[in-house]
């Protein structure tokens, strides 16, 4: 079964706008993790955040982490159509457990 | 090398046939997970090896059956797939989780699999 939930489910938005996907999770966490996904091959990382963090900064990437709310925010700034693409949060648990939320698909338009 | 290969990138099988997806990798993952995605859905945890021995089935059917011959390799054998069988096989490798966060994962390109 699926950890979480996220939304928006889709996201489109123009060319150096910003992006602000969010995700839900239901049980406790090691870490939480987003990956990026084109045109459904395989899965980039882009950044983990463990669960005593707070938010961490990588690149155009902005992650936080409410381990009370249990919900974690990517924010991708000034994006590029490049980054249009299929986005998974991923909460890492005991043994080695990675679990996959439902995903945003952020359309850029140029 | 921070590559996870994965053989064939397509593959079509009839629902009697036995037909194996490969799965390799050389960063000394010790954990290596498989994971199946059907289209515009989130990929599902099927199996978890960890230090070779598998740590996670989640109640996958027996017609899929994992087996991690060594700490690099990793393959998922088919055998009387159903077409809704049908989806993107994902390999992925990782440090084992420490509970610190050295846990992040690396994909494979994956194998499309069509049963017919």
């Known amino acids: 079964s699926q950890q979480g939930e996220e939304d928006p489910q889709a996201l489109s938005i123009q060319e150096g706008e910003n992006a602000t996907m969010n995700c839900s999770y239901k049980?406790?966490?090691?870490?939480l993790q987003w990956y990026r996904q084109n045109s459904g091959r395989g899965l980039v990382h882009l950044i983990l955040i463990r669960s005593n963090e707070r938010e961490k900064h990588s690149g155009r990437l902005r992650v936080t982490l409410d381990t009370s709310k249990k919900s974690s925010s990517l924010l991708i700034t000034a994006s590029r159509a490049a980054d249009t693409a299929s986005y998974f949060c991923a909460t890492g648990t005991s043994g080695s457990r990675l679990t996959f939320g439902e995903g945003t698909q952020l359309t850029v338009n140029p | 090398d921070t590559e996870v290969t994965q053989t064939p990138k397509h593959l079509v099988m009839g629902m009697t046939n036995k037909k194996s997806l490969k799965c390799e990798q050389h960063?000394?993952?010790?954990?290596m997970y498989w994971y199946k995605q059907k289209a515009k859905k989130p990929p599902e945890l099927m199996f978890v090896y960890s230090y070779e021995k598998l740590s996670i089935n989640e109640s996958v059917p027996s017609r899929f059956s994992p087996e991690c011959p060594n700490s690099s390799l990793l393959n998922l054998h088919l055998h009387a797939l159903q077409p809704e069988d049908s989806a993107l096989y994902l390999c992925?490798?990782?440090?084992?989780?420490?509970?610190?966060?050295?846990?992040?994962?690396?994909f494979g390109q994956g194998t499309r699999l069509t049963v017919v």
């Open positions: 049980t406790s966490i090691n870490n």
């Open positions: 960063m000394g993952h010790r954990a």
């Open positions: 992925a490798s990782s440090q084992v989780g420490t509970g610190g966060g050295r846990s992040e994962a690396f």
